[in-house]
């Protein structure tokens, strides 16, 4: 079964760091692009990083500079690092596999989610 | 950046009746990186649609996703309980995505 669980949520204080785990199943982490998704409380979906190899990131001008998209394949895992968070950072984050892979670029589109990890950033 | 405005925020209808989502772009989107997702409360978002009209693996084809260019459509015939929630659409372009701020569905 194709399945993400995302982990590594939490309490933080303004200024803080925390890293976000996304463990895949059911497919490896290598063969498609994987990105992070955040929904604040109340409000809609936000696209947040996408990984398209070990070499080749990208993020939203929010996160720009503070995020950071990684994996491990050894351990079929995406990860989130987060530093110097805001209270504007609180949300839902949510990992998601992407239609698209290396060589495959007939669509774009998240097919697989997880159920999400709770952010909250305050003092 | 590529802007998606959706219409209506909310849209009241009864079981059975049929719903029209519109997402229109600030740009030209192309029509292979257009998706719509369902979000139940409590849920994660689920794809529904993705290069404008391909329906993904289990969504029923009372959903059908059309338009081009600027001007897309999602069309869901015959309400169901399960779709009141909120709908969301998605275009990929210059490397990032962006959503539109999305569609709630509710019951009349």
């Known amino acids: 079964e194709v399945q993400l669980v995302e982990s590594g949520g939490g309490l933080i204080q303004p200024g803080g760091s925390l890293r976000l785990s996304c463990a895949a199943s059911?497919?490896?982490?290598?063969?498609?692009?994987m990105n992070w998704v955040r929904q604040a409380p109340g409000k809609g979906l936000e696209w947040v990083s996408i990984?398209?190899?070990?070499?080749?990131?990208d993020h939203a001008d929010s996160v720009r500079g503070r995020f950071t998209i990684s994996r491990d394949i050894s351990k079929n895992t995406v990860y989130l690092q987060m530093s110097r968070l805001r209270v504007e950072d609180t949300a839902i984050y949510y990992c998601a596999r992407d239609l698209a892979s290396r060589g495959n670029y007939q669509n774009y589109g998240m097919d697989v989610w997880g159920q999400g990890t709770t952010v909250i950033v305050s003092s | 950046e590529i802007v998606l405005t959706q219409s209506p925020g909310t849209l009241s209808l009864s079981p059975g009746e049929r719903a029209t989502l519109s997402c229109r772009a600030s740009q030209s989107v192309s029509s292979r990186y257009l998706a719509w997702y369902r979000q139940k409360p409590g849920q994660a978002p689920r794809l529904l649609i993705y290069g404008v009209s391909s329906r993904a693996p289990d969504t029923p084809d009372r959903f059908t996703g059309s338009g081009s260019g600027t001007d897309f459509t999602l069309t869901i015939s015959n309400l169901e309980p399960e779709d009141f929630a909120v709908y969301y659409c998605q275009q990929y372009g210059s490397s990032l995505y962006t959503f539109g701020q999305g569609t709630s569905l509710e019951i009349k």
């Open positions: 990984l398209y190899s070990a070499e080749s990131t």
């Open positions: 059911g497919f490896s982490v290598s063969d498609k692009y």
